[in-house]
């Protein structure tokens, strides 16, 4: 064990060793891989990890004994050809290098069974078939060997920020710019000027800068659409725009109220390479925010806009750092270039000054959560520096009763999630639709980013024939459906020659460059295959808007409704709005232009269910409905702050009096970001498992059999104060198990839905019951982690610091295995 030393060489006579089996030379500073190894034919077990190795030996296949190889964190750009002829190889750790192609016939090392690879800029075979394992990169290669490869470079792009920031206007000057023009149906008429600028200077006060910033992280973003962008008296005139004769077709289609939503269109950006974009245009308006993370994906470009003109250094989190958290929290790693329009309403000083402040305070926000996590790391490495008994000893103790196992995991995320930071490519952009040249530079940068080989290697990969046969036989005109079951995908796959592990890999690409929505990670969702996106866009969007007249519109659209009838609907339309209520019929006429049959109905209602969008109230588990009328909830329009129920909220019902009963909670905490949509989702998650609920705008009612439960998220109260998420139940103290046993299929479901955000820090606690009782506003909170599956003997009894010597009835489970998901942990 040579292990965490300063080497940088061997001495010499150390192939002398002839009888070595086992050698660790990780952590040192090996910047050569040393000759003498290579003499040593019985070594076994091989560890380099953390060493600056760039080149491996030819040779390697000397070792012909080697078992174990670790060479993850190095600098390794190749394998050399003779890797695949370690047949004896079963772990081969390769992560956090260089590595863009695996040798042929790497498929050969069968025998490998620990295999890892993440991090390393794969182009072939893709990322994505490595990370699935040996078997599906050597059915890879055999493909790849047997069908003519061809390249089809294209990517996923995706506009984000907040309403109004101009990503519309920016996207069709882009496509203008090459002489695209979208289908005209999918615009609606609307003024041939800018809402932001009237062609003429407009006057008014700048006044935002007054502006308390909301804490709730939708009125966080709703602050900066309500902002003036005009420019105030005294500054540098607004140029009179001189229109470049796109712009004006571009503006003439631009509608002028009214959430338009998500969209998706392709971009041929540069026909000569063919290099297409698939754009992906998210919606500014927070009501989105329930679907909108189900399009971010790995593998994509991510444009950040930032109206300039409105943009003041008080609301640098709702216009930029939270879009930042966001993504990092979906999409660790994600790329973003960002982008500040409106740069023509801006003064050439103030321009230079908003983009610095843009690009200064990122960097604090970085270091911050840097800082943040790099003390993590530091408490779990003190702790780990205790003995297990010591850290055992008091409950009050950080990761009191925590394994050392599972400390090293929870390391193992925090590190993760340092390495996984969001890659923010340069500073601002400015950015004015009116300006030619700033259109085109753009446009140039996009491009030249997206042929950054470091940044997307992906894109220059050679794809299989039958990928792309498979990609065809999705979008062939005659592929009309809504959707596709896993199973239609599969047939097409063995149309295209590919049998069904190999069509996981091909879908995966699909997914990942924008074509299409295969959601392989996620429990349900993946039996499906969304190939005809706008078509899915269209039905979601409706679930999100908020504007009755645009309701109304399709719910009027047929000729034949009389005023009786409209008025009804008018009411349905108020409901939904207030308590988001909707029966199925009303439901169909929403979605008429998609639903043909009573079947399309039930299958979109099941998808709706199945991506968090809504519950059915009134329909008995697992029974018809028997004619009955069925209604469906949609959490995320719920309005009113207090569920309607005879309900009770830290130990006291609505009378006042204190309950003789014990209190659990659990309580969830986010420090960085809560992820939008994540309660309303939560919310319909939970539906198979209560019964008589009640649902408020943050707090859900309901029992678990006879056992009550609240499910309550309360916004960060403050900059410092972290989102949290808690479920709650009572029992009589005997009974106390009966509680536990409630809300274990909650923290369940929480923690299956929490597994989307692989960059999402939190924390899990149980709170003190005194503390609870007592209604205290800061109870404390034990460390330690739960059980998925609690036994009535973990439970344990435990003192507050806060109550004296009272003990705490309601207490932490051991032993304690991790609840919080890492992907390291995958
Ligand atoms: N003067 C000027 N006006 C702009 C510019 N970019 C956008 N606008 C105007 O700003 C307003 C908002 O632009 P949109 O492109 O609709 O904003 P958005 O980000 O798509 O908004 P949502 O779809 O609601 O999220 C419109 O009136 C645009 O005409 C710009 O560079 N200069």
Not at 237 to 259: F, H, Y
Request: proline content about 7%.
């Amino acid at each position: 064990m040579l292990d965490g030393n300063q080497l940088r060489t061997l001495p010499a006579g150390f192939s002398g060793l002839q009888r070595l089996k086992m050698l660790n030379l990780s952590s040192n500073l090996l910047g050569e891989f040393p000759a003498a190894i290579l003499a040593l034919p019985g070594l076994e077990e091989l560890y380099l990890s953390r060493n600056q190795l760039a080149v491996l030996p030819p040779h390697l296949c000397q070792l012909r004994q080697l078992r174990t190889l670790w060479l993850d964190n190095n600098r390794i750009r190749y394998l050399p050809d003779s890797i695949v002829l370690l047949h004896s190889l079963e772990e081969l750790v390769l992560q956090g290098n260089q590595i863009a192609i695996l040798p042929e016939g790497f498929g050969q090392l069968s025998r490998v069974t620990l295999w890892k690879i993440k991090d390393n800029p794969l182009i072939q075979p893709p990322y994505e078939v490595c990370m699935k394992g040996i078997p599906y990169i050597a059915a890879y290669q055999q493909e790849l060997a047997h069908s003519q490869p061809a390249l089809k470079p294209r990517l996923k792009l995706v506009l984000m920020g907040l309403k109004d920031a101009g990503k519309t206007l920016l996207r069709r000057c882009l496509m203008e710019e090459d002489g695209q023009k979208e289908d005209a149906g999918s615009l609606e008429a609307g003024s041939a000027q800018p809402r932001g600028c009237s062609g003429q200077q407009q006057d008014g006060g700048r006044v935002v800068g007054c502006c308390a910033v909301p804490e709730d992280a939708s009125e966080r973003r709703d602050i900066c659409s309500h902002m003036p962008s005009h420019q105030g008296k005294g500054e540098r005139p607004c140029p009179a725009p001189s229109l470049p004769p796109n712009a004006s077709q571009v503006l003439s289609g631009l509608r002028l109220s009214g959430s338009k939503g998500i969209e998706v269109m392709d971009w041929t950006a540069d026909a000569e390479r063919g290099l297409t974009f698939i754009v992906y245009e998210l919606a500014g308006d927070p009501t989105y925010d329930v679907i909108q993370s189900f399009f971010l994906s790995p593998g994509a470009l991510y444009v950040l806009v930032v109206n300039l003109s409105a943009y003041v250094p008080q609301h640098f989190y709702p216009s930029v750092g939270y879009f930042l958290h966001w993504l990092g929290s979906k999409v660790p790693h994600a790329v973003v270039c960002m982008v500040g329009t409106h740069a023509d309403l801006c003064a050439e000083r103030e321009l230079e000054e908003k983009c610095l402040d843009i690009h200064h305070q990122i960097a604090q926000q970085e270091k911050r959560d840097a800082e943040g996590l790099q003390s993590l790391v530091q408490q779990v490495d003190e702790a780990l520096g205790q003995d297990f008994d010591l850290r055992c000893s008091s409950p009050h103790t950080a990761f009191y009763g925590v394994s050392d196992k599972n400390l090293r995991r929870k390391k193992a995320q925090f590190q993760y999630l340092l390495n996984h930071r969001p890659q923010i490519l340069s500073p601002v952009l400015p950015f004015s639709c009116w300006d030619h040249c700033q259109v085109r530079r753009l446009r140039d940068k996009l491009l030249s980013v997206a042929e950054h080989r470091d940044i997307f290697p992906n894109l220059h990969r050679v794809l299989p024939k039958s990928w792309q046969v498979l990609e065809e036989l999705h979008f062939q005109p005659q592929a009309q459906q809504l959707w596709l079951s896993w199973w239609d995908s599969a047939r097409l796959g063995l149309q295209a020659g590919l049998t069904e592990d190999r069509l996981q890999s091909a879908l995966s690409y699909l997914h990942e460059s924008g074509k299409l929505l295969y959601f392989e990670e996620h429990l349900t969702l993946r039996e499906y295959v969304f190939h005809n996106l706008p078509r899915l866009i269209d039905i979601l969007n409706v679930f999100c808007q908020r504007d009755a007249t645009v309701l109304l519109q399709k719910l009027l659209s047929d000729t034949h409704v009389d005023e009786l009838r409209a008025t009804q609907l008018h009411h349905y339309v108020e409901g939904f709005l207030l308590h988001g209520l909707l029966p199925a019929h009303v439901i169909r006429l929403l979605l008429k232009p998609h639903i043909q049959s009573r079947e399309d109905l039930q299958l979109i209602l099941e998808l709706l269910e199945k991506m968090g969008l809504c519950y059915c109230v009134n329909k008995p588990k697992s029974k018809p409905l028997n004619g009955a009328t069925a209604w469906y909830k949609f959490p995320c329009y719920v309005k009113n702050e207090v569920p309607h129920a005879e309900a009770w909220i830290n130990g006291a019902n609505l009378s006042g009096q204190s309950f003789v009963v014990e209190q659990l909670q659990i309580e969830y905490s986010f420090p960085f970001i809560f992820p939008p949509g994540l309660f309303a989702r939560y919310s319909v998650q939970i539906n198979s498992h209560v019964v008589q609920r009640s649902d408020g705008k943050y707090q859900i009612y309901a029992y678990r059999g006879k056992v009550p439960v609240v499910v309550s998220y309360r916004p960060a109260r403050g900059a410092l104060q972290p989102d949290t998420l808690s479920i709650a139940s009572h029992a009589s103290l005997p009974n106390i198990w009966t509680a536990w046993q409630a809300i274990t299929p909650l923290v369940e479901e929480l923690n299956v839905l929490l597994q989307e955000w692989p960059g999402l820090y939190y924390t899990v606690h149980v709170l003190c019951s005194k503390c609870l009782k007592r209604g205290s506003p800061n109870p404390h909170s034990f460390p330690g982690e739960l059980l998925s599956q609690p036994r009535p003997e973990g439970l344990t009894e435990i003192i507050c610091p806060k109550n004296g010597s009272e003990r705490v009835n309601v207490a932490l489970v051991y032993p304690p295995t991790p609840t919080v998901i890492s992907p390291c942990s995958k």
